[in-house]
């Protein structure tokens, strides 16, 4: 896979990922947060075989459905071996935690160690939390990294 990325002066950026099979998808990330999709099957140039917009919203939710959050597929094969140690923990936030009531920008997050997503019981999934989401007792946080990184993490809290 080999991923091109294009400043748009004025509208965002533009990633273009051509896929072992030949096959692209471009997206345009806007400014604004709306995001473009095309789809270009391997020696078409001229026009997508498949167009889609999706809002800020949208793209955040697909990205978190395509990064493993919602639903973690076992690693087989060789997926194992690229994956090495790399790891996607849930952490519940429990009564007596230290992260009741903390904002997600106030949690000290070692390097390589990202916050993917809060699961909050009773409510949408919330994707690439921003600083200003306070965590409650019962929330999930959905963490990846390296595993050093995310044990870390784990020890700290």
């Given at each position: 896979?080999?991923?091109?990325?294009?400043?748009?002066?004025?509208?965002?950026?533009?990633f273009?990922?051509?896929?072992?099979?030949?096959?692209?998808?471009?997206?345009?990330?806007?400014?604004?947060?709306?995001?473009?999709?095309?789809?270009?099957?391997?020696?078409?140039?001229?026009?997508?075989?498949a167009?889609?917009?999706?809002?800020?919203?949208?793209?955040?939710?697909?990205?978190?459905?395509?990064?493993?959050?919602?639903?973690?597929?076992?690693?087989?094969?060789?997926?194992?071996?690229?994956?090495?140690?790399?790891?996607?923990?849930?952490?519940?936030?429990?009564?007596?935690?230290?992260?009741?009531?903390?904002?997600?920008?106030?949690?000290?997050?070692?390097?390589?160690?990202h916050?993917?997503?809060?699961?909050?019981?009773?409510?949408?999934?919330?994707?690439?939390?921003?600083?200003?989401?306070?965590?409650?007792?019962?929330?999930?946080?959905?963490?990846?990294?390296?595993?050093?990184?995310?044990?870390?993490?784990?020890?700290?809290?």
């Open positions: 896979m080999k991923v091109e990325e294009v400043a748009l002066p004025g509208v965002g950026r533009k273009t990922i051509t896929m072992a099979s030949g096959d692209r998808l471009v997206i345009v990330v806007h400014s604004s947060g709306k995001r473009e999709l095309q789809y270009f099957e391997a020696g078409e140039d001229d026009e997508p075989r167009a889609l917009d999706l809002t800020d919203e949208e793209a955040r939710e697909v990205g978190a459905i395509l990064a493993g959050v919602l639903f973690h597929p076992e690693a087989v094969g060789d997926t194992q071996s690229k994956l090495g140690q790399k790891v996607i923990e849930w952490i519940k936030v429990l009564p007596g935690s230290r992260l009741a009531g903390k904002r997600v920008g106030e949690i000290p997050l070692p390097p390589g160690a916050l993917l997503a809060v699961d909050r019981p009773g409510a949408p999934l919330v994707p690439n939390p921003g600083p200003e989401v306070v965590l409650e007792l019962g929330d999930t946080l959905v963490v990846a990294g390296t595993r050093e990184a995310v044990e870390a993490l784990k020890r700290s809290l």
